[in-house]
């Protein structure tokens, strides 16, 4: 199947490739023009073809990025990983983890399944529609789960080299391991510091692996202070980009230089830094 664009509309064709023995290489020739490229469908394409795996394959994936489907498997691959991860199974949401991955990829995971679900477990928390040792299990799974990515991550590791921190006084993780992941499968070094990590060890720790930038995440108001206090030392030192997430900052600063990663994308963000097209942030603020 080739599609070719004219005038931004897409246009389907099917081809088949021949080998030219004389040219010593292979060509494709046109076997029929389909039509618009969402109009075609299966029985557009004559019945000689129409079993080929290329064909099968094609009329698949256009099936599973329906926007109807795709929010169907996903509303589905939600409600099972809230199951096993009420249950502690780790192992069995990293298979349904996979299964999605090869359709849809592993950024799209993280940004439409496993986000918007820690949310919602967020919420069934508060409402106590679950208690907090489930709650709390709910959390340890997916840390697990994050784990077991990690160990796994075959990606090469040829990119930037990024700090994750938080101030001191944050203990909530979650968020800095999905970042991690996140981070590491796109194939940058990450550092990931414990929390309760002292500043000074902090400091130590970027004279050493030299990251390209620096995220620091921060979840309660009342850390805020120290966020600011730790990005001033990190200034005072380095000269390094540093971006600042968390539910505790939010994007109404009225300090221009300070860059909220709320509501960047992850690959807008690795862009950012590439390109270095952003400045040192010396404050953040909270509502």
């Given at each position: 199947m080739r599609t070719k664009s004219i005038r931004g509309q897409k246009y389907l064709y099917l081809v088949e490739s021949q080998w030219d023995s004389k040219k010593k290489?292979?060509?494709?020739?046109?076997?029929?023009?389909?039509?618009?490229?969402?109009?075609?469908?299966?029985?557009?394409?004559?019945?000689?073809?129409?079993?080929?795996?290329?064909?099968?394959?094609?009329?698949?994936?256009?099936?599973?990025?329906?926007?109807?489907?795709?929010?169907?498997?996903?509303?589905?691959?939600?409600?099972?990983?809230?199951?096993?991860?009420?249950?502690?199974?780790?192992?069995?949401?990293?298979?349904?983890?996979?299964?999605?991955?090869?359709?849809?990829?592993?950024?799209?995971?993280?940004?439409?399944?496993?986000?918007?679900?820690?949310?919602?477990?967020?919420?069934?928390?508060?409402?106590?529609?679950?208690?907090?040792?489930?709650?709390?299990?709910?959390?340890?799974?997916?840390?697990?789960?994050?784990?077991?990515?990690?160990?796994?991550?075959?990606?090469?590791?040829?990119?930037?080299?990024?700090?994750?921190?938080?101030?001191?006084?944050?203990?909530?993780?979650?968020?800095?391991?999905?970042?991690?992941?996140?981070?590491?499968?796109?194939?940058?070094?990450?550092?990931?510091?414990?929390p309760f990590t002292p500043a000074s060890v902090i400091l130590e720790s970027i004279e050493l692996n030299k990251p390209d930038c620096i995220f620091v995440s921060v979840t309660l108001d009342e850390n805020v202070i120290s966020a600011n206090r730790m990005i001033q030392k990190i200034n005072d030192q380095y000269n390094i980009p540093i971006i600042v997430g968390g539910q505790a900052v939010q994007n109404n600063s009225e300090n221009e230089n300070v860059l909220i990663g709320q509501h960047l994308s992850i690959t807008k963000i690795l862009k950012l830094i590439q390109y270095k097209k952003f400045e040192i942030i010396p404050k953040i603020t909270n509502s």
């Open positions: 290489t292979s060509r494709q020739n046109i076997v029929k023009y389909l039509g618009i490229e969402s109009n075609v469908s299966i029985h557009d394409i004559p019945e000689n073809y129409q079993n080929s795996k290329k064909i099968i394959d094609y009329f698949t994936n256009q099936k599973y990025f329906q926007p109807t489907v795709q929010n169907e498997i996903t509303e589905k691959l939600q409600k099972d990983l809230l199951i096993l991860f009420q249950n502690g199974d780790h192992v069995q949401a990293n298979s349904a983890l996979q299964s999605y991955e090869k359709i849809y990829g592993f950024e799209s995971f993280l940004t439409n399944v496993l986000t918007p679900l820690i949310q919602q477990i967020d919420s069934l928390g508060i409402s106590k529609k679950i208690d907090l040792g489930t709650q709390t299990t709910c959390y340890n799974t997916i840390q697990d789960l994050m784990n077991l990515i990690l160990e796994n991550n075959d990606s090469e590791l040829k990119k930037k080299k990024i700090l994750i921190c938080v101030p001191y006084g944050e203990q909530h993780t979650l968020g800095t391991k999905v970042l991690e992941s996140q981070l590491a499968s796109k194939g940058n070094t990450v550092y990931n510091l414990a």
